[in-house]
């Protein structure tokens, strides 16, 4: 989603207007199992077409979706797909209140907040189910055969090319204070970057930043010796950038912002040398999904091949799987990046911040950091 999200735990229900789409053939359409799967995949294909349905609540736009659900429903045209399309606090507590009421909810959670998907997995929401496509995924991205990480979006450096010589862009965090606190008149106010009090995933990149950046408060402090502004929609970053009401933003969602750069002249996009930021978006299936089989197909069909090369070309979100090929591909940015990628890890480690008291503890020093 453009529109970021508040990292609140509390209890919600907030309701989704879900965008349905079905196959064109028949519905007895004959189970099979895909290439190379096992044998007794076709007892999955045959259950979801009983079922006949899938519900999946995601962070993902319906718009980058569209192209994976139409291309699933051609593969399994009886599993009808009702797909939720909601910001990341909206999913969590619609999903954590419907179960909780032991009513009707997602059998599918496909999201961006890392954080909020392996804390539900965690607490034992979801299914412990090994894909036939697992081994295609890197190690770090595969929770326990139960949440996988489905894409590779590197966190970007955005700025107006207009107002920004290429010589300024910074390529280095350390470039990246050097260049705030040397040129405080050009950059005050015209710098942004996630609100991280309401972007569930702007707080775990400024986090993660805070494990990899030695000098992570020197940065805290130069964003506030510019007065920087924060948002928390991507899209209101990267209109303002483009408009040169700011000039530059920190850590935004790399995908997004190259979309946009392909028809915005005005936009530039750089990556960072020393390390880079790699989120991915983590589904799973849910331990009590009504259509469990149809939850199974999904998931397999998101990470495999087919699945992948859709999201890299047409969802451009950035493949995960080191065997698509493209511009937006993990594959194509290590070659760019190399070892300078960080990707963070589907596991518990994204649970560190979620402790209320160290979570409150960063927003107060980040916030006396940051004052001007």
Not at 41 to 46: D, L, P, Q, S
Not at 102 to 118: E, F, I, K, P
Not at 277 to 306: M, P
């Amino acid at each position: 989603m453009l529109h970021q999200r508040r990292l609140s735990l509390a209890l919600g229900l907030a309701l989704a207007l879900p965008v349905t789409f079905s196959g064109v053939a028949h519905a007895d359409t004959p189970a099979a199992a895909p290439a190379g799967y096992p044998a007794d995949y076709a007892k999955v294909v045959e259950g979801a077409r009983k079922e006949g349905k899938i519900v999946i609540y995601s962070t993902t736009d319906s718009k980058a979706a569209e192209s994976l659900i139409k291309d699933f429903s051609a593969l399994y045209p009886a599993v009808k797909v009702e797909y939720n399309d909601m910001n990341s606090t909206e999913a969590y507590n619609r999903f954590i209140s419907e179960a909780a009421a032991g009513g009707a909810t997602a059998d599918v959670m496909w999201s961006a907040s890392m954080d909020l998907q392996v804390k539900l997995a965690a607490e034992g929401y979801a299914l412990g189910y090994k894909s036939p496509e697992a081994s295609h995924l890197p190690g770090w991205a595969n929770w326990k055969d139960t949440a996988y990480g489905t894409t590779f979006e590197p966190a970007a450096i955005v700025y107006n090319k207009r107002l920004v010589a290429e010589s300024e862009v910074p390529t280095t965090h350390a470039e990246f204070t050097q260049l705030l606190t040397s040129k405080q008149d050009k950059f005050k106010t015209k710098v942004t970057t996630y609100d991280i009090e309401k972007s569930g995933v702007g707080f775990s990149l400024m986090t993660y930043d805070l494990k990899y950046n030695p000098q992570f408060w020197d940065f805290a402090k130069a964003m506030g010796g510019v007065s920087a502004r924060v948002q928390s929609s991507t899209g209101t970053m990267l209109e303002r950038i483009s408009s040169g009401e700011n000039l530059i933003g920190y850590n935004i969602l790399g995908p997004y912002a190259l979309v946009r750069a392909k028809k915005d002249p005005s936009i530039g996009v750089a990556f960072t040398k020393d390390y880079n930021l790699v989120l991915s978006r983590v589904i799973f299936i849910n331990k009590a999904a009504k259509n469990v089989n149809a939850a199974k197909l999904w998931v397999d069909y998101i990470l495999s091949k087919r699945g992948q090369t859709i999201i890299a070309n047409d969802a451009q979100l950035f493949a995960i799987r080191g065997d698509v090929t493209g511009a937006t591909t993990s594959a194509e940015l290590s070659k760019q990046l190399g070892a300078a990628l960080k990707p963070m890890p589907v596991s518990t480690e994204l649970l560190e911040y979620l402790d209320q008291k160290k979570r409150l503890d960063f927003l107060k020093q980040w916030k006396d950091a940051t004052r001007k």
